[in-house]
């Protein structure tokens, strides 16, 4: 019964997660052209196999592990592959292949499907945009006996919030992504314009830089969590927030309703890039000349020649005003649904490879460009945090204005984005704002959800 109890929740938030749309943090939808091992694929598509655990347990074979993750990128697969290698050569007990399945499926209906119809991996990653169904499902193995006292002291104080429930840990964290504001830097300078400071800048940037060739600026207008994502800093930068420090509705609020009515204001000029070609967490919308400016994430420092492309904080709201940037990040989680012999498994690779604070730098400084919430991680990888101009802005500005992601239920999430679809497409940004407001008040009424940011 409590199979298909789990079951049965998860297939419920998986429908209404199909109906809200992508990413959590932000992720570039590429798949290598290789990508793993077929093997390794048709391991992790089929789940865990029952012949193998057989012939595990009488020691002709090691207990197959499968991991699940969004990391599609060529450096990112190359990492995974050296490091699962390794452990898998290091010791006899346990076996890892692993699926790097690409980031829209993979937060819409490929994790929420396998845990479903019991197929899930024995590990799995989740950011916060998607965390919240699978602690609510039950299905998360508390991580505490692994996650030491010393451990834990070298994580930032808020490390393990978004991860915890009454005080029991579920992930660890394992990068942070934050958002700032591309732009080609030959184009900028061909037109007298300077990289916007201000909403109002921004607008006249726009205005200035859009031609019949390219956009003048990219944002997010598809529902979904990445267009929430990037969302959150225009309402924080003016000292607003979603919700109140009671955990309640706030959407109506001034700040949300101004930040509705600029990205309203946006669209409406013509001026932006309505129909891009793929997901606007890829920055190759702007590398590859189809718009002059883009919000994009710190993940895309390496894959943005500085020499071409740079990077500001989000313009604020008004001059001299606060900018801010969201921190989205990714955490590994140990299924508990596949028997005590796989969950120690899990425990134990997990343990060997993300606990581990030279795999940790490698992983956030070469296979990406992010900042771990650890802060020997951090320290180890200064230098590559100062390595060109465009790091340095996201390590010097961006950082220190980015609040964490706000962790939202399906239901919540819905709303969220529900309103800023109808704000730029349906209604006027007060009534969709006001819209929001009473389904939010009215889902927390009836769940008791609380939530901040």
């Known amino acids: 019964m409590m199979k298909k109890r789990i079951a049965s929740c998860i297939m419920g938030i998986m429908l209404l997660s199909m109906s ?114 699978y602690l609510d499902a039950g299905v998360c193995e508390p991580l505490d006996d692994i996650i030491t006292d010393d451990i834990k002291q070298d994580y930032t104080e808020a490390a393990f919030d978004r991860v915890s429930r009454d005080g029991v840990i579920y992930g660890i964290p394992l990068d942070g992504d934050l958002v700032g504001l591309y732009y080609n830097k030959e184009i900028l300078e061909q037109n007298g314009v300077t990289p916007p400071t201000t909403w109002d800048e921004l607008k006249t940037a726009a205005a200035k830089l859009n031609t019949d060739d390219y956009a003048g600026f990219t944002f997010e207008v598809d529902k979904g969590d990445w267009q929430c994502f990037t969302f959150y800093p225009f309402v924080w930068m003016q000292g607003g927030s979603l919700f109140t420090e009671e955990g309640l509705a706030n959407l109506n609020s001034e700040e949300v309703v101004n930040a509705l009515q600029l990205w309203r204001d946006l669209l409406d000029s013509g001026n932006c890039n309505e129909t891009p070609g793929r997901s606007v967490s890829d920055i190759s919308i702007l590398t590859n000349g189809e718009t002059a400016m883009q919000i994009n994430g710190s993940w895309s420092v390496f894959r943005a020649d500085p020499e071409k492309y740079g990077v500001v904080p989000l313009p604020a709201a008004t001059a001299n005003g606060n900018t801010a940037s969201v921190a989205g990040g990714w955490n590994v989680m140990v299924n508990n649904q596949n028997g005590e012999e796989k969950i120690a498994g899990a425990k134990d690779f997990i343990s060997w490879m993300w606990l581990n604070k030279d795999h940790v730098t490698e992983f956030n400084t070469k296979a990406k460009f992010s900042y771990c919430m650890r802060k020997s991680v951090i320290e180890a990888g200064k230098d590559v945090y100062q390595s060109n101009e465009n790091a340095i802005v996201f390590s010097e500005e961006v950082l220190q204005t980015a609040k964490p992601e706000i962790a939202l239920s399906g239901e919540a999430k819905e709303i969220v984005a529900t309103m800023i679809q109808d704000a730029l497409y349906n209604t006027s940004a007060q009534e969709a704002a006001d819209n929001a407001q009473e389904s939010m008040l009215q889902y927390q009424k009836e769940s008791g959800a609380k939530f901040s940011g």
């Open 20 to 133: 809200i749309g992508i990413l959590g943090c932000g992720k570039e939808n590429k798949v290598p052209e290789e990508g793993n091992d077929s093997s390794v694929a048709a391991e992790a598509e089929e789940g865990n196999d029952s012949n193998v655990d057989a012939e595990a347990e009488e020691g002709s074979a090691p207990v197959e592990l499968v991991y699940w993750n969004q990391w599609t990128q060529e450096d990112e697969i190359a990492f995974l592959e050296k490091y699962i290698e390794e452990y898998n050569n290091s010791q006899d007990k346990y076996h890892v292949s692993f699926l790097a399945i690409p980031f829209e499926e993979y937060t819409t209906t490929k994790l929420a499907t396998a845990f479903a119809t019991n197929e899930a991996p024995d590990i799995f990653e989740c950011s916060p945009a998607i965390i919240n169904q």
